[in-house]
């Protein structure tokens, strides 16, 4: 907690302390002691920070840097706006969560599925609205049209159209390749939530898809 | 029912995104050690021997040597009382967060690296959610964990990020009107009925006119 932004300290008539004294030089020499900077916090420390309501910049900092991913050294930077009616933290930068599949792997079914190596997939850290961005490649075999869609659940909710990646493939008797990528802004994920691509070919023709990868990073969050 | 310990075993890199308890333990153990009244009042004693010297270098000090005790006196006594504050402030704060990290699964991070001619390849990377034991957060969590734990599976990425090349000739081979097929995990191509080592795949594709 930084002191630089503490209440002044009180300081009774007649004292030699004076509040000049105070903010002046002693709460610098307190703010170089506790080291109190920019802090990295993690998950459950940023779900253990105090409401900032009302006291900006005293009981939780105005900004902090959020560890999502310790292992890859993901670090995103967040900014309290108090004006932000449910998700009060704003994202200023960092790069993305990613979760890759180079495997190419095949399905030919009618509804959304996962491949032999599911995912990719991202846990969200945070309650927040957060863009969400995927691509992929897909070939189709065998002199058919047909079209493949990747998509992703969230959480418990199956992977509609609406947020897929389309393709329509004529193969004309050989094999026909496609690339896509699409993002979208979410809005309102739960915290810990799943996000888990999934892949379906609505004309049941078996098609490979691979270099599958999705990205996501946060607009605001809790 | 996979655990995380099976992936490790498999090959794969696990680490972890976030969500240890054993993390945040440690970060409450150093605030203690920090709010330890010892400390605090060694820190107090600094403060306010740094300020007093300050105050000289500026000619801030009062004249009067019982005003400069006065003075020295109160410097420490609110040092302390807000370093106290701060030091306890932290050590709930982290008690928070320990709480919170009991009460959350574990966010891994899991890295299936193939070594190719000496160089790393990430062919797969992702997040998923769960206790180490396996206890999955949700169902696709789980599904993930199974899939990921699956020996066939992690075979084929290795095989696949291994022959690009023979991969990359089969299909040649087929958009030349070749019957080409292999199962998951297999080492080999069937190709026109004939069973072909990568080797051989390239070179048949070499071979087209």
């Known amino acids: 907690m930084p002191v630089s932004s503490l209440p002044i300290a009180a300081v009774s008539p007649g004292n030699v302390l004076t509040s000049t004294m105070w903010n002046a030089i002693v709460k610098d020499n307190l703010n170089k002691l506790l080291n109190q900077g920019h802090r990295v916090l993690t998950v459950a420390q940023f779900g253990a920070l105090s409401s900032p309501e009302g006291t900006k910049g005293t009981v939780a900092p105005d900004e902090v840097y959020l560890e999502v991913d310790a292992t890859n050294g993901i670090q995103w930077h967040l900014a309290y706006e108090s004006g932000e009616t449910t998700y009060k933290w704003r994202f200023l930068g960092g790069p993305p969560m990613y979760a890759e599949v180079a495997t190419n792997e095949a399905t030919a079914s009618a509804t959304y599925a996962a491949l032999a190596t599911a995912g990719p997939s991202i846990t969200t850290p945070r309650a927040g609205d957060y863009i969400v961005e995927q691509g992929v490649w897909m070939q189709a075999t065998g002199g058919v049209t047909n079209a493949a869609l990747m998509s992703y659940d969230i959480g418990g909710t199956g992977a509609v159209d609406a947020d897929a990646i389309q393709a329509a493939m004529s193969s004309g008797g050989t094999l026909a390749n496609s690339t896509g990528m699409r993002k979208r802004l979410k809005a309102a994920i739960a915290a810990s939530t799943a996000l888990v691509s999934k892949y379906k070919v609505p004309g049941a023709v078996s098609t490979n898809f691979g270099n599958r990868w999705m990205t996501i990073y946060p607009v605001r969050i809790s | ?209």
Request: charged share 25%.
């Open chain 2, 1 to 209: 029912m996979a655990k995380i310990d099976n992936l490790r075993t498999l090959g794969y890199t696990v680490g972890l995104a976030h969500g240890s308890v054993e993390v945040e333990q440690a970060a409450l153990d150093d605030a203690r050690a920090a709010a330890d009244p010892n400390l605090v009042a060694t820190q107090a004693d600094q403060i306010t021997t740094d300020t007093i010297r300050t105050l000289d270098a500026k000619g801030l000090l009062p004249e009067n040597q019982d005003d400069r005790l006065k003075l020295a006196t109160d410097i420490a006594e609110h040092a302390l009382e807000q370093i106290v504050a701060a030091t306890s402030e932290n050590v709930a704060f982290h008690e928070r967060a320990l709480k919170i990290a009991e009460e959350s699964a574990d966010v891994w991070v899991v890295q299936h690296v193939v070594e190719v001619n000496g160089e790393a390849q990430t062919c797969a990377q992702v997040y998923l959610s769960c206790k180490p034991d396996g206890t999955g957060w949700n169902d696709n969590d789980q599904a993930l964990l199974d899939a990921l734990a699956d020996k066939t599976s992690f075979d084929e990425r290795v095989f696949q990020v291994q022959n690009a090349d023979a991969i990359a000739a089969a299909q040649q081979l087929e958009a030349s009107g070749a019957n080409v097929s292999r199962d998951p995990g297999a080492t080999s191509f069937t190709i026109d009925g004939k069973t072909l080592t990568p080797a051989k795949t390239v070179a048949a594709a070499d071979a087209l006119p």
